[in-house]
């Protein structure tokens, strides 16, 4: 089992910065590949991007690169997504995931936490 627990989102402008942060517990197993996603209000939820248990292998999706990082400190049982340059279509619900192995589909993962809203006002 793992438990994950977001926080971090918040409301701010386009252009702006937010970092969000997952905390982890659980099976270090189901924790090798760790993932963010987001869903706005109408719309599938989306990939946004992953990391493997060392942090040496990282993707993101494409509307996302250049703009947001993941990063995992296994010591804390953390998973971060620094996010910057916001956009209004950034706005959604994001949520933290776990798997055996990192990945861009979120049939992958096998855990997930319970969501933190992000808000980009125009």
Known sequence: QVQLEESGGGLVQAGGSLTLSCVASGDSYWRNGMGWFR????????FVATINWSGANTDY??????????????AK????????SLKPEDTGTYYCAASEYLGMTKDRYKY????????VSP
Do not use: H
Not at 112 to 119: E, F, I, L
């Open 112 to 119: 997930w936490g319970q969501g933190t809203q992000v808000t």
């Open 77 to 84: 049982n953390t998973v971060d997504l620094e996010m910057s």
């Open 39 to 46: 869903q706005a209000p109408g719309k599938e939820r989306e």
């Open 61 to 74: 999706a494409e509307s996302v690169k250049g703009r947001f990082i993941i990063s995992r400190d296994n």
